[in-house]
């Protein structure tokens, strides 16, 4: 079996060139007539997965739409009907059951969703800043002349110098492999997985055929993304650390801990006790690890981390979680300019991570991770507990894992990130551009 990739859009299964920048752009439609001839001009600029590795100009676009966005380009009520309903409501809508409290309220919100002004959105990246900007102006003109379509949010996002995440950590290293994407997996990305996990139109991991609503040209190599826009609390996450350790080398011990990975992205499972980064540079070894047979309690990589929250690998056999049933592919940027080296106050900056996380069933995959493995800590044991980088603190604030010469507890976490924006939103294939760009009337 081989996926059809060039009639699915390129950032679904590809990642992304290092260094790239990037952008989110966010649209409202209030004429339909308009939207669709919006669409016709950026179709031939859409890049597949097939042009993924030599796109025109060096660059890469993309195109989304929420529910609502759909509702307004002028989708018939039976097929909008059809989609699942975690993309129907919206994520704002959810946000109590995905633990979007607190300072994560949808009221805070800065980037817009569905149901306030967020109705499409182009995903853009390039190799250079220059050809950002040249494909932005092809967007920019596409907007010649229409009325009805407004530029809602605007979020430039890409690599620190650092080539790090706000944090310090090295991101973007484990990704699953997908039956059909061709080539061979790396070491620790484990069996293939189904590829209806990932695109509609393809057989899944419960051995179905992965499907939506309406005709088949609107579903087929389509998928469903989780946008998330998280606010990173740097000088909090620092003052934690300087707090919870006597020297530098205890800081990093914790930091670690708590992901998973030292900050070079070495992974605690291969070096638990020194940061090795030589391991980070092969491609052989840096994902090269299980938990089942050698760290089942977590004594390396402990239970309630980041990283084993987020994908347990085999550390679920024998109970009731089949992990393979959610899977993300995630896609990771950083907004914000750096907090510089060593500072502890807070700047008063906006700076954080945008993730597309994504997955063809946005209740049995995105939303299950986030509300029972990132903000639960029952599968593993850990009662109330949260994934102590970004999980929420209203329920519990501490985190144990294994130590020496005993066990270690931290307590007092604070929110080391606040949910800055959010929303479920539909990746439909070239086709199905083409075909949503020709409907007939104006329902918007």
Excluded at 415 to 436: C, M, N, Q, Y
Aim: proline fraction near 7%; glycine fraction near 10%.
């Amino acid at each position: 079996m081989l996926l059809e990739l060039d009639n699915i859009q390129g950032t679904v299964l590809n990642n992304r060139p290092m260094p790239y920048f990037g952008a989110y752009v966010a649209f409202s439609i209030e004429d339909a007539t308009a939207a669709r001839t919006m669409l016709k001009r950026l179709i031939p600029r859409i890049t597949s997965c097939a042009d993924w590795a030599a796109p025109k100009q060096h660059a890469w676009l993309n195109i989304a739409f929420t529910w609502e966005g759909l509702r307004r380009l002028g989708l018939s009520p039976d097929i909008l009907e059809g989609f699942p309903v975690e993309f129907r409501q919206g994520m704002a809508a959810r946000s109590a059951f995905l633990g979007d409290v607190g300072r994560s309220d949808p009221s805070l919100w800065d980037f817009p969703h569905g149901n306030n002004g967020f109705h499409a959105g182009l995903l853009v990246m390039a190799s250079t800043a220059e050809g950002r900007e040249e494909i932005l102006d092809l967007g920019r003109h596409a907007l010649d002349g229409l009325d009805g379509i407004e530029v809602t949010a605007h979020l430039s996002v890409g690599v620190p110098p650092t080539m790090r995440e706000h944090f310090g950590f090295v991101d973007g290293i484990s990704r699953p492999f997908i039956e059909g994407q061709g080539g061979e997996p790396l070491p620790g990305q484990g069996e293939p997985t189904k590829a209806g996990e990932f695109i509609l139109g393809y057989e899944n991991e419960l051995g179905e055929l992965a499907k939506g609503p309406g005709p088949e040209v609107l579903w087929r190599n389509g998928t469903y993304a989780a946008i998330r826009k998280i606010y990173q609390d740097v000088a909090a996450f620092r003052t934690y650390l300087r707090q919870s350790a006597s020297n530098a080398a205890g800081e990093e011990k914790v930091a670690a801990k708590m992901m998973g990975r030292w900050r070079s992205g070495c992974p605690l499972a291969l070096s638990p006790d020194v940061d090795d980064p030589t391991i980070v540079d092969d491609p052989q070894r840096n994902n090269a690890f299980a938990y089942y047979e050698d760290d089942l309690n977590g004594a390396k990589t402990p239970v309630g981390c980041h990283i084993r929250r987020v994908n347990p690998r085999d550390g679920l056999q024998d109970t009731m979680a089949y992990a393979r049933l959610h899977q993300l592919l995630r896609r990771g940027a950083a907004y914000g300019p750096l907090l510089p080296e060593g500072v502890m106050a807070d700047d008063g900056e906006d700076r954080g991570i945008v993730l597309a996380l994504i997955n063809a069933n946005p209740g049995r995959q995105f939303e299950f991770v986030q509300s029972q493995w990132v903000n639960d800590g029952d599968f593993v044991s850990q009662g109330l507990r949260s994934d102590p980088i970004v999980g929420r603190r209203d329920r519990s604030d501490d985190f144990a894992f294994p130590d020496k010469p005993v066990r270690r507890r931290l307590t007092g976490l604070p929110d080391f990130t606040a949910t800055r924006g959010g929303e479920h939103v539909f990746l439909p294939s070239i086709s199905a551009l083409k075909w949503l760009s020709q409907m007939q009337g104006n329902e918007a």
